[in-house]
């Protein structure tokens, strides 16, 4: 098991601009793809963004594309989550999660944060 914690969530008004961080131990962070997804009250969880294991390569959700970066540093065992031009839709709990394949499937992730809250005013 690995130990995820997030952190860098907050309030913002709508077109700012939030770095989230999730910071992992417990197990080899570099051999895992990591990835955030977000909740909204009263829907599912749903993806944001993944990242494979060495960084090469990322995947988004259409939502977020373009304006939301996924970034890793190994020496830091770390995930980030750079986030802009942020809209009130965005308004959610951000959790990072880690897997050994990269998938964009929540129920295929085996470890999770506790999760972050954002919050955009509009």
């Known amino acids: 098991q690995v130990l995820l914690v997030e952190s860098g969530g907050g309030l913002v008004q709508a077109g700012g601009s939030l770095r989230l961080s999730c910071a992992a131990s417990g197990r080899t962070f570099s051999s895992y793809a990591m990835g955030w997804f977000r909740q909204a009250p009263g829907k599912e969880r749903e993806f944001v963004a993944v990242i494979s294991w060495n960084g090469a390569r990322t995947y988004y959700a259409g939502s977020v594309k373009g304006r939301f970066t996924i970034s890793r540093d190994i020496a830091k065992n770390t995930v980030y989550l750079q986030m802009n031009s942020l809209k009130a839709e965005d308004t959610a709990v951000y959790y990072c999660?880690?897997?050994?394949?990269?998938?964009?499937?929540?129920?295929?992730?085996?470890?999770w944060g506790q999760g972050t809250q954002v919050t955009v005013s509009s």
């Open positions: 999660a880690s897997n050994r394949v990269l998938t964009t499937t929540p129920s295929d992730f085996d470890s």
